[in-house]
Each structure stands twice: as structure tokens, then as C-alpha cells.
């Protein structure tokens, strides 16, 4: 595909891009960015676009992959799970570096999810986002949702006790 071409059937999906970004990262600044991303992307890989039913589809895709990747990556961190659990006004500082080592061993639990898992988990229960709003993101259909939260819950409830118990294993 030449630029002309790319010109003519990709860069009019733009605007369309770009308010499906929009919906789904519901920032105006972050979306752009995804879109200048993911027209970067269409174009390195023009000379298989032609190979495309439907080069509006990729690219809605292409966008939707970014949007969930951004999610991943830079919208949640580990900065952003102990803003969710915010601690009680007066503890000490033993006790709030137990509960750092406690939101530490959440997070790293959570890591150990498949990453549909993480990105669900992190959406629903972090986040605050609702079963439409994430079955619109990544896809799959709410009664999926539902099933692989349920799942993320179960294996971290299941990680978070054996390490616990673990813990409190005398040594030796």
C-alpha cells in the first residue's frame, strides 16, 4: 500500500479511532496519543493491509488492543493499588509498613494472573469500572467477565493465603 492509498482508506478512520480511545481510556490527551500509536502501527505494516477484509475492522481492533495495553501498563501501576486501599488516619509506622508489604504481595500476586485476568481484576475491583464498560474493552462477552473475575479472586484468595500460612511457618 503506498501513501496515497494508506491516505485514502486509513486516515479517514481517525476520527473514529479516536472516540473509541476516547470512550475507552476517558481522556482526551491519552487517546490521541493511542491513535497516533496505532496509525504508526497501521502504517509499518501497510504492505499487509491489503490483506485485510476489512481494513476499518483491524484498525478498530488494533485500537482496542492499544486502549486495554495502556490500561495495563500505564494506567494501572503499583503506585495506583495503594491510592485504592487508602490506610486510617493515626497508624504507626510499623503498621503502615506492614500494610505496604501486604499491598506489595497483592500486587505481585496479581501479576502472576493470565493477563486477561490481571486487566479484568484491575478494571472491576481497582478501578471501578463495570461489567459493560469492561466487556466493551477487552472484548468478551459479561457472563466471561464474571467467570474470569470469579477465577482471578479464587487464585489470588488461594496465593494469598499459602503464602500467609507459609509466613507463619516456623523456620527449620
Known amino acids: 500500500m503506498e501513501l496515497n ?10 476520527e473514529k479511532l479516536l472516540s473509541q480511545a476516547r470512550r475507552l481510556t476517558g481522556d482526551e490527551e491519552d487517546a490521541e496519543d493511542i491513535v497516533q500509536e496505532v496509525l504508526l502501527r497501521l502504517w509499518s505494516k501497510r504492505a499487509e493491509l491489503d490483506r485485510c477484509d476489512s481494513i476499518e475492522a483491524y484498525a ?12 495495563r501498563t500505564r494506567h494501572t501501576s503499583a503506585q ?10 493515626g497508624q504507626t509506622p510499623e503498621s ?3 500494610a505496604k508489604d501486604e499491598m506489595q504481595l497483592v500486587e505481585n500476586i496479581i501479576r502472576t494472573l493470565p493477563p486477561l485476568q490481571q486487566a479484568i481484576l484491575r478494571m472491576k ?25 470469579s477465577r482471578a479472586r479464587k487464585r489470588m ?3 494469598y493465603l499459602k503464602t500467609i500460612a507459609n509466613r ?3 523456620n527449620g
Open 5 to 14: 492509498e494508506f491516505k485514502i482508506s486509513v486516515c479517514p478512520l481517525r
Open 60 to 71: 478498530t481492533t488494533v485500537t482496542r488492543n492499544a486502549c486495554i495495553d495502556w490500561m
Open 80 to 89: 495506583d493499588l495503594p491510592e485504592a486501599c487508602p490506610y486510617a488516619d
Open 96 to 98: 503502615l509498613l506492614e
Open 125 to 149: 475491583d481497582i478501578e471501578g469500572y463495570e461489567t459493560e464498560e469492561i466487556a466493551q474493552v477487552t472484548g468478551c462477552n459479561a457472563e466471561a467477565i464474571r467467570s474470569n473475575l
Open 157 to 159: 484468595r488461594d496465593i
Open 168 to 170: 507463619r511457618k516456623p
